[in-house]
């Protein structure tokens, strides 16, 4: 969390009616499959509102998915400004020690410009080809993949592209993207500390895996809604926002899915255009909504494979809450959604906190998956139970290593390591344990249930983390443990 908190105002201030946010909450909070996180609020460039569900909070940095890709397209915008990069160049002329191998004449023809606006000539995503084509340099994977159409004449939503956006960004500035933005953007929005996830190559992946917290996407937000100025001064090349809110390639059915409404208004330079106004997004409801007709900004971070319905619920109470003056006589409205704000909280998972038939055959007894293996990622070898004089400690085994999950007396159980995790849940009857574990740095819970009678467990994400990583890595990158 920035040390340098935003500005902030009573929303009937800054004309944002607050029973549209208790609206918003309410049916967010509904959704059987929408799990809320974090919300922020801007208007007219303070914040009206903002709140997070415990035990998610403001300071902890996020896995954004691919909201990455707009502070990808970011550092490319700040690379062309300084001369290094050329949005109308061959991506080839970046990368001479390909050109042999890279023979097809519309890989050779792609531009810089067509990977930024998802336009590379493919009709699908290629990052499995382009990373099983070659391991250890993507670029030259994706490259050897000749698109389907001419490059700049077709969308499709494509991993590599931004891949190797990114990629040029970082070979012609020579720093990785965190270094390369620090003193351009973070440092002079006031962003904190941030972590991007790396491939075997050593890059930045760009594409997806950066962890910032909420208020850093907010920020980023406001930027764009300003035409890259912040605190009077210009970050961001005059225009820029407008280029990257445009849409370049038509998108419209290009998902195949005529119900996901904001996904066919088209895409710009890495990102989305909505319904109203435009965004950045990523997987499982990690949002940055800019708003420029009502002056806002609204940055999310949430855990559902339900996007399109949490846009709908934004749409249909948040956008309507912005009114065009000043509203009168709200103070006591105000204060209680300051109050509401305040104490959210997403409800545990119920449990008690011991066996009711106390220790018994609970403490030391191992688990095994149900049916062979776990349901989905992680393939957890064994899960092992424990009785200690602080209480219990359920063992998640996946590949010989163990992550040691404490289990409380009622609430969420809150640690920092091995890797931050939230954890609650406990004895459902004498035969049955169920462990609710969060990993906060991401959008990821995993229900672990044991079966004393069977001597077996059962395993499921709620959102399956899509990097791959074992349990122990599911943080942001450089943390200790």
Same mark, same amino acid.
Request: aromatic fraction near 8%.
């Given at each position: 969390?920035?040390?340098?908190?935003?500005?902030?105002?009573?929303?009937?201030?800054?004309?944002?009616?607050?029973?549209?946010?208790?609206?918003?909450?309410?049916?967010?909070?509904?959704?059987?499959?929408?799990?809320?996180?974090?919300?922020?609020?801007?208007?007219?460039?303070?914040?009206?509102?903002?709140?997070?569900?415990?035990?998610?909070?403001?300071?902890?940095?996020?896995?954004? %998915?691919?909201?990455?890709?707009?502070?990808?397209?970011?550092?490319?915008?700040?690379?062309?400004?300084?001369?290094?990069?050329?949005?109308?160049?061959?991506?080839?002329? %970046?990368?001479?020690?390909?050109?042999?191998?890279?023979?097809?004449?519309?890989?050779?023809?792609?531009?810089?410009?067509?990977?930024?606006?998802?336009?590379?000539?493919?009709?699908?995503?290629?990052?499995?080809?382009? @990373?099983?084509?070659?391991?250890?340099?993507?670029?030259?994977?994706?490259?050897?993949?000749?698109?389907?159409?001419?490059?700049?004449?077709?969308?499709?939503?494509?991993?590599?592209?931004?891949?190797?956006?990114?990629?040029?960004?970082?070979?012609?500035?020579?720093?990785?993207?965190?270094?390369?933005?620090?003193?351009?953007?973070?440092?002079?929005?006031?962003?904190?500390?941030?972590?991007?996830?790396?491939?075997?190559?050593?890059?930045?992946?760009?594409?997806?895996?950066?962890?910032?917290?909420?208020?850093?996407?907010?920020?980023?937000?406001?930027? %764009?809604?300003?035409?890259?100025?912040?605190?009077?001064?210009?970050?961001?090349?005059?225009?820029?926002?407008?280029?990257?809110?445009?849409?370049?390639?038509?998108?419209?059915?290009?998902?195949?899915?005529?119900?996901?409404?904001?996904?066919?208004?088209? @895409?710009?330079?890495?990102?989305?255009?909505?319904?109203?106004? @435009?965004?950045?997004?990523?997987?499982?409801?990690?949002?940055?909504?800019?708003?420029?007709?009502?002056?806002?900004?609204?940055?999310?971070?949430?855990?559902?494979?339900?996007?399109?319905? %949490?846009?709908?619920?934004?749409?249909?109470?948040?956008?309507?809450?912005?009114?065009?003056?000043?509203?009168?006589?709200?103070?006591?409205?105000?204060?209680?959604?300051?109050?509401?704000?305040?104490?959210?909280?997403?409800?545990?998972?119920?449990?008690?906190?011991?066996?009711?038939?106390?220790?018994?055959?609970?403490?030391?007894?191992?688990?095994?998956?149900?049916?062979?293996?776990?349901?989905?990622?992680?393939?957890?070898?064994?899960?092992?139970?424990?009785?200690?004089?602080?209480?219990?400690?359920?063992?998640?085994?996946?590949?010989?290593?163990?992550?040691?999950?404490?289990?409380?007396?009622?609430?969420?159980?809150?640690?920092?390591?091995?890797?931050?995790?939230?954890?609650?849940?406990?004895?459902?009857?004498?035969?049955?344990?169920?462990?609710?574990?969060?990993?906060?740095?991401?959008?990821?819970?995993?229900?672990?249930?044991?079966?004393?009678?069977?001597?077996?467990?059962?395993?499921?994400?709620?959102?399956?983390?899509?990097?791959?990583?074992?349990?122990?890595?599911?943080?942001?990158?450089?943390?200790?443990?």
């Amino acid at each position: 969390m920035s040390d340098r908190p935003l500005p902030a105002a009573a929303p009937a201030d800054l004309g944002v009616d607050s029973s549209g946010v208790h609206a918003f909450l309410d049916a967010v909070e509904a959704a059987p499959d929408i799990e809320p996180h974090g919300l922020m609020v801007l208007r007219h460039g303070r914040l009206a509102a903002a709140g997070w569900w415990a035990p998610y909070t403001p300071g902890r940095p996020r896995l954004l %998915y691919s909201l990455s890709k707009s502070f990808t397209g970011t550092a490319a915008a700040l690379a062309e400004a300084e001369g290094l990069l050329d949005f109308d160049a061959p991506v080839l002329s %970046y990368f001479p020690e390909f050109a042999a191998d890279v023979t097809d004449p519309r890989s050779r023809a792609m531009r810089v410009r067509d990977v930024a606006c998802m336009a590379s000539g493919h009709l699908r995503d290629t990052v499995e080809e382009a @990373y099983a084509r070659d391991p250890e340099e993507p670029v030259r994977g994706f490259l050897l993949l000749p698109p389907d159409r001419d490059p700049g004449t077709v969308f499709a939503y494509n991993q590599p592209a931004t891949y190797t956006l990114a990629a040029i960004v970082q070979r012609v500035t020579g720093q990785p993207l965190t270094a390369y933005l620090r003193p351009r953007l973070l440092d002079p929005l006031g962003v904190g500390e941030v972590a991007w996830l790396r491939d075997r190559s050593g890059r930045e992946i760009g594409f997806s895996g950066l962890h910032a917290t909420t208020d850093a996407v907010a920020r980023l937000g406001q930027l %764009y809604l300003r035409d890259g100025v912040w605190d009077g001064g210009r970050l961001l090349p005059e225009g820029w926002p407008a280029r990257a809110a445009r849409p370049h390639v038509p998108t419209a059915g290009a998902l195949g899915d005529a119900d996901r409404q904001d996904w066919d208004r088209g @895409y710009g330079y890495q990102f989305w255009m909505s319904r109203h106004g @435009y965004r950045g997004d990523g997987a499982y409801g990690q949002f940055c909504l800019v708003l420029p007709e009502q002056d806002a900004v609204i940055a999310a971070t949430a855990a559902t494979e339900r996007m399109q319905e %949490y846009l709908n619920l934004v749409w249909r109470h948040l956008l309507p809450a912005f009114r065009p003056a000043p509203l009168t006589g709200r103070a006591s409205a105000d204060a209680s959604l300051r109050e509401r704000l305040a104490g959210l909280a997403l409800p545990p998972a119920a449990g008690a906190p011991g066996p009711p038939d106390g220790a018994g055959t609970w403490s030391g007894a191992r688990f095994t998956p149900h049916g062979g293996r776990c349901d989905g990622r992680p393939d957890l070898e064994a899960v092992t139970v424990a009785a200690g004089p602080d209480g219990w400690t359920v063992t998640l085994t996946e590949d010989g290593h163990g992550l040691a999950l404490r289990l409380g007396r009622g609430g969420w159980t809150v640690a920092e390591q091995p890797l931050p995790t939230a954890v609650s849940g406990g004895w459902t009857d004498a035969r049955t344990l169920v462990v609710d574990a969060r990993f906060l740095e991401t959008p990821h819970r995993l229900t672990v249930t044991c079966s004393l009678a069977e001597g077996t467990f059962r395993a499921r994400w709620h959102t399956r983390p899509l990097h791959g990583a074992p349990l122990r890595l599911l943080r942001a990158p450089g943390g200790s443990g």
